[in-house]
């Protein structure tokens, strides 16, 4: 007996999309890209190209220009920057697709139910990297809290979580159902925000590594991470995972070492420091103004 599989969309050919539409594809799953311009003409012309244990690989998936509002997916993930989720939202809301999943750093969800309501399901990516000249490098985390993390707002363990569930297993993912997932994500936007030291003054890229490692840099950056997790916990959120938390309770001396040697891994430098890092900077400084001034974080409780 034939058994019809899931029919996958992902929104945005960037990095996080990118890594997701290699994996589900090599899986046997079957996976289309909507992608745009020179991202959309590089993978008609040249496949998905990426990184593997250092030689140039590529494979050949499906891509689209445009959504047909009748072209249903089973599931639609939506791996797209905080600054990016609503237009890109706006850009699908017509489609007739039941499950929409935003893979993205974000405080609240507000607006996106105001776009395409109960069809939403906001989870978080498993993975980092960055695209260097068309070519992938990056990957999926390894350690248990790593995970693609996603669940309901209303925290019920629903038919279509279990179904997602048992997609990302099919494609070898660890994933994590999480009963809070709000908690999670405004516990995750209050370490997020803190990348915004790794800017230049300018707003024009990132600073050098040795910058970066400096104590100069880690210790303002040490600063806010006690500073972020404790609003979270003052507005009565719980902070998740445990190890958000515990940073926060460590010394800054302790979490200054952390980064450092955090900085000392070539794959951390990338997503930190590389090309995604410098396009990410609009979504970093949304996510510091939620805890700079604890308006927007405030709202979120309200």
Do not use: C
Not at 169 to 192: V, Y
Not at 209 to 227: F, H
């Amino acid at each position: 007996m034939n058994i019809q599989s899931d029919r996958i969309l992902i929104v945005g050919a960037g990095v996080i999309g990118s890594v997701y539409a290699l994996r589900f594809a090599r899986s046997g799953l079957d996976v289309t890209l909507l992608a745009r311009g020179k991202r959309l003409n590089a993978l008609q012309k040249k496949g998905l190209q990426y990184n593997e244990k250092g030689t140039i690989q590529q494979i050949q998936v499906k891509v689209i220009a445009e959504l047909d509002n009748d072209d249903i997916y089973d599931f639609i993930f939506v791996p797209v920057r905080y600054d990016q989720a609503e237009s890109a939202l706006e850009a699908i809301k017509n489609n007739r697709s039941q499950t929409i999943i935003t893979l993205t750093n974000t405080v609240g969800y507000e607006s996106w139910l105001e776009i395409v309501g109960e069809r939403l399901l906001p989870g978080f990516p498993g993975a980092g990297g960055d695209l260097k000249d068309g070519v992938l490098y990056a990957q999926f985390g390894t350690e248990p809290g790593q995970g693609t993390i996603f669940g309901e707002i209303n925290g019920q363990t629903t038919e279509r979580v279990n179904r997602l569930a048992g997609l990302l297993d099919q494609a070898g993912l660890t994933n994590i159902i999480e009963p809070d997932i709000k908690a999670f994500h405004i516990s995750h936007a209050a370490l997020a925000a803190v990348n915004k030291h790794f800017y230049t003054e300018d707003g024009t890229g990132m600073v050098d590594l040795e910058t970066a490692r400096s104590d100069s840099t880690l210790s303002k950056l040490a600063a806010d991470i006690k500073r972020n997790i404790r609003q979270v916990e003052q507005s009565g959120i719980q902070v998740i995972p445990p190890e958000t938390k515990q940073m926060a309770e460590l010394p800054e001396e302790d979490i200054i070492a952390r980064y450092r040697q955090m900085l000392s891994n070539d794959f951390i430098i990338d997503v930190k420091l590389g090309n995604h890092a410098v396009s990410r900077r609009a979504e970093i400084m949304l996510l510091d103004i939620a805890f700079g001034d604890g308006q927007l974080l405030q709202q979120t409780t309200s």
